[in-house]
């Protein structure tokens, strides 16, 4: 243990950047993954590309790109049209509540990340062109 007796004077660094210099957005990062349909790889939005998610297995994918599955799919026995999910280590059959796609919940999780991402842009580019 140390003992200091009297004044003692502490150097401290500071790291100032230097006016002209831009501050690096988090914009300029890449989407992250899970904001992507891992089929087509084309970004989820509110229409075509809603985020679906498959029942039971949760895996998530776009509305177009099941719905393109759903089209080469051939009806069973009973006459109702199955598809498997796309994750080839999953292959469960996917329920489909009403036969259609639109029937599949919509991931809110995925959703939400991408309204946080698309606003956040948003503002960065405004308070980019304030500077």
């Known amino acids: 243990m140390v003992h200091i007796s009297g004044p ?11 006016k002209s210099s831009k ?6 990062l890449p989407p992250a ?3 992507t349909c891992p089929i087509c790889k084309k970004p989820y939005d509110k229409d075509v590309h809603q985020p679906k998610m498959c029942l039971p297995c949760d895996h998530t ?11 080469c799919a051939v009806p069973d026995v009973i006459g109702e049209k199955r598809i498997k999910c796309p994750d080839r280590k999953c292959g469960c059959v996917i329920w489909l509540p009403k036969g259609t796609i639109d029937s599949l919940p919509t991931n809110v999780y995925v959703e939400s990340e991408r309204n946080y991402y698309d606003i956040r842009m948003e503002f960065e580019q405004h308070f980019a062109g304030a500077r």
């Open 8 to 18: 003692v004077l502490l150097k401290i660094s500071v790291l100032v950047q230097p």
């Open 23 to 28: 501050i690096k957005m988090a914009s300029s």
């Open 33 to 35: 993954f899970h904001m």
């Open 61 to 71: 994918y776009c509305k177009a790109c099941l719905e393109n599955l759903l089209k």
